[in-house]
């Protein structure tokens, strides 16, 4: 059984920077579609950034191109999301996800089979 377990949330500042962790454990093999998502207060859940184990492809969704990196490191079965340029807009729940897909990843969130419990960024002056 798959378990991830988020990490790194907190409160920051508008134009500051936040790293979260999602520690992977279990039968990460049957994965290859790892996805970070987020939902704010009153909203529903949006895809943030996706990358694709072997060939490392990512994704992102266009409110945080260029200020988002996602990344796995597989030595430590780790998915990172660096957040940059940090902005209020971006206040939310943050989850990390894992899916098989044989052809690409999407940010579909209905075909990520298993979830973290989340982790909170808050953004604000």
């Known amino acids: 059984q798959l378990q991830l377990v988020e990490s790194g949330g907190g409160s920051v500042q508008p134009g500051g920077s936040l790293r979260l962790s999602c520690a992977v454990s279990?039968?990460?093999?049957?994965?290859?579609?790892w996805g970070w998502f987020r939902q704010a207060p009153g909203k529903g859940r949006e895809g943030v950034a996706v990358?694709?184990?072997?060939?490392?492809?990512?994704s992102y969704a266009d409110s945080v191109k260029g200020r988002f990196t996602v990344s796995r490191d597989n030595a430590k079965n780790t998915v990172y999301l660096q957040m940059n340029s940090l902005e209020p807009e971006d206040t939310a729940m943050y989850y990390c996800?894992?899916?098989?897909?044989?052809?690409?990843?999407?940010?579909?969130?209905?075909?990520?089979?298993?979830w973290g419990q989340g982790t909170q960024v808050t953004v604000s002056s």
């Open positions: 996800a894992a899916a098989f897909d044989g052809r690409s990843c999407p940010m579909d969130q209905l075909i990520y089979r298993n």
């Open positions: 990358i694709r184990s072997g060939t490392s492809s990512t």
């Open positions: 279990g039968h990460s093999a049957t994965r290859n579609c």
